[in-house]
């Protein structure tokens, strides 16, 4: 008696825990990225690039005939909609929490994301650190079209988008961070963008650069590589970087950047709110197009330096606060941060703030190397 | 009937002939001793006795004695005399029931009988070939003493005996098995294991009421705690210079004749993942390995279920690469994760079975056919995963790391429980398992010390040397 209790005692807490998802593995398939497109009638066409599980090259998997990969699209007025029509088409059961990538196309970025991101929000059986793109053309096309070392694209991207190696020109992103950042007024959300680099009609090699900048669910225009920098500084997400100063008319020293950090202070004098940046720094020099004399002349290289990195730092605030009207380096926060009330105060119309804002910029960079030449 | 005849020697062996049923290797010899060749009869049962012995100890003495007087003339006084000075075995003694003296006849020993007598003389003459001592085969050092025990119970005493050479080492010796009066002793020092401990021990043993008992499994059963447990509860080794350990511990070792496998009390789980070979290597190294041991003791719990869980309900925790070359070796494999799981495990299972059984001489042919057979050929048709392979073969490897036989085989069968709720509920199912098992071993206990002891209830010191092996210097500046 007392083991038949026991016993539904431990039978409960299995089955009462709700934890049953039994997956059949073997109809397994990888949705290694997913593409929205907009369609008509304000749907959407979605894209799923399956791949096909290989072996490794080393276990002799390099001479297998398939195709590494097989793209399947849909339109549907939900993701999930066009979801469930692209399983009837692949059969096999979709899997999608190793998804890599989330390609959205820039025509559908600009006519505003937030109701069909809704998907995100919810689905469980999803991958919220897969990484979010903005392609420049049609995101089906951009997955038909990409060639990569890797056989899968998707990979390639997220093993670059991954990487800490490679110079920031772009603003990484994934879905966990990007969703909340839809509507957070504070700290609006970017994407790096996808691009063909040049389009030789069947494949493309495509870049990954520049940075898509949103304004609440919508797209409103791109940032530089340059700037994309800047605002990773200043968002401290990267720590190094690059940098080409013009010393005279056609001759300009480049710089290696390290150990950058830049602190946000807003200061409120008299009612007016401004903003305060201080960014400090090391720079080595990488080349040069004129002699130089790092002795004599290393006072003036950090001070062209600082100069003209003061300049690009307020083009850059410049662009996204006044011509964008969007918080994308996150100022709108750290007032939260300092000053709450204020930030209350203030929030209803951050964007007049914002494009009102008088930005204090100070920058600090000492020339630490020059390299192997003294 | 008259008292002269009443211990008349026709009698007296026509009835020790009865009670053995004439049995065709009792020996009877009938001698005169003394002047007055009084007649008297020597009983043995063959190949117990060591006729050398009996001829140097027993024989010649009395028959070397036609023209000496006989120490006295009542005859059981005389029997008396001639134990305490003619007879030189080690042992002799007058018992005076025939039961008593059967006993000892039936351990090999040979009884004199006196016309007129009423006692019966018992004369230590047992002699039966026992086993060289040959290194254990169970547990084999790479560094240690190689000697293990046999099947004697006198050899294995005296091997631990010459180990600690102190007057506080005791050794009580009881008998078990209504029918196989299997001698068993209890070894322990005195001045170190709890006297209350001691107890338990023996009356435990007394408790045992068997027909028989062969080996030491019958007492290790019945004197367990918790017997229903899968855990063994009791420890078992081959070697003497572990009992030495035990002993010096201040535990309670129980030698079995006939068997080489000696049991200590109390023993946990943590006694059961150290060897002693453990205390003979350097320090780091001994540490190094005995966490390799809980790895592979965890590994061996866990490695299939967690294969079997994580695929059938999380293949996203699976990296990305991996998922993809288990997805295409698993491709044109006709059976589920479970099912291939399991096949291979009941395989590995068979295959080890069949290599305890088989002769030796057939055993390279069974190691090709199992290694070649099912491993290579089984993946090439597609029949089974090569993952799956590898997961049973580390799995398998890991079993063998668990220096104890009998905790191994618990594990091996709280495996199959283990894959079978990781198939129904995943790792939700394995946690689940593991806190069931988390909960038996805490309830347990061993001789009154908990299972899980240094760990469980837990103390510092006792689970810094489970840890790690305290090196011998650092033990020396403590004793200071």
């Known amino acids: 008696m007392k083991a038949v209790k026991a016993g539904i005692c431990l039978l409960a807490v299995m089955l009462i825990s709700g934890c049953w998802g039994q997956i059949n593995f073997d109809q397994l398939t990888v949705v290694s990225a997913i593409g929205l497109d907009p369609a008509k009638n304000n749907m959407i066409r979605v894209t799923l690039q399956l791949s096909n599980p290989t072996l490794p090259v080393a276990a002799g998997g390099g001479s297998q005939q398939r195709r590494p990969f097989v793209n399947y699209d849909a339109v549907g007025v939900t993701i999930q909609e066009a979801v469930e029509r692209i399983q009837h088409q692949a059969k096999k059961s979709l899997f999608f929490p190793q998804t890599k990538v989330v390609l959205i196309s820039e025509q559908f970025a600009r006519r505003g994301l937030d109701d069909t991101l809704d998907y995100f929000w919810r689905e469980t059986n999803q991958n919220l650190n897969s990484w979010v793109l903005v392609s420049r053309m049609p995101a089906r096309h951009v997955l038909d079209k990409a060639m990569e070392l890797e056989p899968v694209p998707a990979d390639e991207w997220r093993k670059y988008l991954e990487g800490d190696w490679k110079r920031p020109l772009q603003i990484d992103v994934q879905m966990y961070q990007f969703l909340p950042r839809l509507n957070q007024t504070g700290y609006q959300a970017v994407s790096p963008g996808i691009g063909p680099f040049n389009k030789s009609g069947k494949s493309d090699i495509m870049e990954i650069g520049d940075t898509a900048v949103f304004k609440n669910d919508r797209m409103i225009g791109w940032l530089s590589g340059e700037e994309s920098q800047i605002v990773n500084w200043l968002t401290g997400a990267s720590r190094h970087g690059s940098f080409h100063t013009d010393l005279a008319k056609e001759e300009s020293v480049s710089f290696n950047l390290n150990s950058v950090r830049a602190k946000l202070t807003p200061v409120l004098s008299g009612g007016r709110l401004s903003m305060q940046v201080r960014v400090k720094g090391e720079a080595e020099v990488l080349t040069a197009t004129v002699p130089l004399h790092f002795g004599s002349e290393h006072a003036m290289l950090r001070d062209v330096l600082n100069r003209q990195l003061t300049t690009a730092i307020e083009k850059t605030i410049d662009k996204v606060f006044r011509q964008f009207g969007s918080d994308v380096i996150g100022f709108g926060e750290t007032?939260?941060?300092?000053?709450?009330?204020?930030?209350?105060?203030?929030?209803?119309?951050?964007?007049?703030?914002?494009?009102?804002?008088?930005?204090?910029?100070?920058?600090?960079?000492?020339v630490k190397r020059s390299g192997l030449l003294h | 009937m008259t008292k002269r005849h009443r211990y008349a020697l026709s009698e007296r062996r026509r009835e020790i002939e009865l009670r053995l049923g004439e049995s065709s290797d009792l020996i009877a010899r009938e001698c005169r001793i003394g002047q007055e060749a009084i007649p008297a009869l020597l009983m043995w049962i063959d190949n117990l006795v060591d006729k050398r012995t009996l001829q140097l100890t027993t024989l010649s003495p009395l028959l070397s004695m036609p023209n000496l007087p006989l120490p006295s003339n009542e005859p059981s006084e005389c029997l008396e005399e001639l134990c305490r000075s003619v007879i030189s075995a080690p042992e002799a003694t007058v018992v005076s029931t025939a039961d008593e003296a059967i006993a000892s006849l039936m351990c090999g020993w040979t009884l004199l009988f006196v016309d007129g007598a009423e006692g019966i003389a018992v004369i230590q003459t047992p002699g039966f070939d026992s086993r060289g001592i040959e290194e254990a085969p169970s547990s084999t050092v790479v560094r240690g003493p190689r000697d293990g025990f046999v099947e004697s119970l006198d050899v294995n005493v005296s091997l631990v005996r010459r180990r600690i050479r102190s007057e506080s080492v005791r050794v009580d010796k009881l008998v078990a098995g209504s029918v196989s009066h299997t001698h068993i002793a209890v070894m322990y020092i005195h001045d170190r294991a709890r006297p209350e401990m001691v107890e338990e021990v023996k009356s435990r043993i007394g408790k045992v009421k068997l027909d028989g008992v062969l080996e030491s499994q019958y007492i290790e059963e019945l004197i367990k705690d918790s017997p229903q447990s899968f855990f063994p509860t009791v420890y078992s080794t081959e070697r003497p210079d572990d009992v030495a350990g035990i002993l010096m511990e201040g535990r309670v070792a129980i030698l079995v004749d006939g068997s080489p496998f000696a049991l200590a009390l109390p023993c946990t789980l943590a006694h059961l993942l150290k060897t002693s070979e453990d205390l003979y290597l350097a320090y780091p190294v001994a540490t190094f390995i005995r966490w390799l041991r809980y790895v592979g003791f965890m590994m061996n719990l866990l490695l299939p279920s967690v294969y079997v869980g994580t695929l059938t309900f999380h293949p996203e925790m699976v990296p990305p690469q991996l998922l993809s070359s288990i997805l295409t070796?698993?491709?044109?494999?006709?059976?589920?994760?479970?099912?291939?799981?399991?096949?291979?495990?009941?395989?590995?299972?068979?295959?080890?079975?069949?290599?305890?059984?088989?002769?030796?001489?057939?055993?390279?042919?069974?190691?090709?056919?199992?290694?070649?057979?099912i491993g290579e050929s089984a993946v090439q048709a597609g029949i089974i995963s090569s993952p799956a392979i590898i997961v049973v073969a580390a799995t398998a490897i890991a079993s063998f790391t668990i220096p104890s036989i009998s905790l191994s085989g618990t594990v091996r069968i709280l495996r199959f429980g283990m894959v079978l709720l990781a198939s129904m509920f995943g790792l939700y199912g394995i946690m689940i398992g593991l806190f069931l098992l988390g909960i038996h071993l805490t309830s347990i206990k061993s001789l009154g010390m908990p299972y899980l002891a240094p760990f469980a209830p837990f103390r510092k010191k006792e689970f810094l040397g489970m840890v790690f092996r305290i090196p011998w210097f650092a033990l020396n500046k403590n004793r200071k």
């Open chain 2, 329 to 373: 070796a698993r491709e044109g494999v006709p059976f589920p994760v479970l099912l291939e799981t399991l096949l291979m495990e009941m395989t590995f299972e068979v295959l080890r079975e069949a290599s305890v059984r088989m002769p030796r001489s057939i055993g390279s042919a069974i190691s090709i056919v199992g290694a070649l057979v």
């Open chain 1, 335 to 366: 007032l939260h941060r300092r000053m709450p009330a204020e930030w209350k105060k203030r929030k209803p119309d951050w964007d007049e703030e914002l494009r009102g804002l008088n930005a204090d910029i100070s920058v600090s960079f000492e």
